[in-house]
């Protein structure tokens, strides 16, 4: 197994699109030890292909009642709402109070590909829907009111610019 680097904000693969997995070889099943073993390290409850710079649409998640992998997922119902600190593996050390649906049910295929279906209220809903954003190319900052948002974005800029200047 290894250790991925997590890509981060400003990196075009996260705008990305994933691609749809047709068919399921052996190296996809060494990828998702792969994405577990750096989930953990990092350490996260969900990481999608692209954070690690696969474009392929697949997620591994673990909200502390064991792994499991989605491929190909979609969101196929929403429900309420749930306001909560989110954070990202790809926009590190960074929350903001994000309101999505407090329930949310994923169907697509597991790694024996039978289709397969996760659903939860609150965290669980809430890994869902953020997985399926990255496969869609969707950040968590889209989810942030537009002045949060505009505020967020200056402030990621300046720090990379920051870094990437020597300072």
């Not at 190296?27 to 792969?34: I, K």
């Not at 350490?43 to 591994?60: E, M, R, T």
Request: net charge negative; glycine share 10%.
């Amino acid at each position: 197994m290894a250790l991925f680097p997590i890509r981060t904000f400003g990196d075009p693969v996260l705008r990305a699109v994933a691609e749809p997995i047709g068919e399921i070889t052996s190296s996809l099943e060494r990828l998702v030890d792969d994405m577990l073993e750096t989930m953990y390290d990092a350490p996260g409850v969900g990481l999608a292909a692209p954070q690690i710079g696969v474009s392929k649409a697949i997620f591994v998640a673990d909200i502390g009642d064991g792994p499991f992998v989605m491929i190909n997922p979609e969101i196929v119902e929403r429900g309420g709402e749930w306001t909560w600190e989110e954070g990202c593996l790809s926009v590190p050390e960074r929350f903001w109070p994000i309101s999505r649906p407090g329930f949310a049910k994923a169907r697509g295929l597991d790694l024996d590909g039978n289709e397969v279906t996760h659903e939860g209220e609150e965290l669980m809903g809430r890994v869902l829907q953020h997985e399926v954003d990255h496969l869609n190319g969707i950040l968590l900052l889209e989810h942030l009111p537009r002045r949060v948002k505009k505020q967020a974005l200056r402030d990621l800029r300046e720090e990379a610019l920051g870094m990437s200047s020597g300072s």
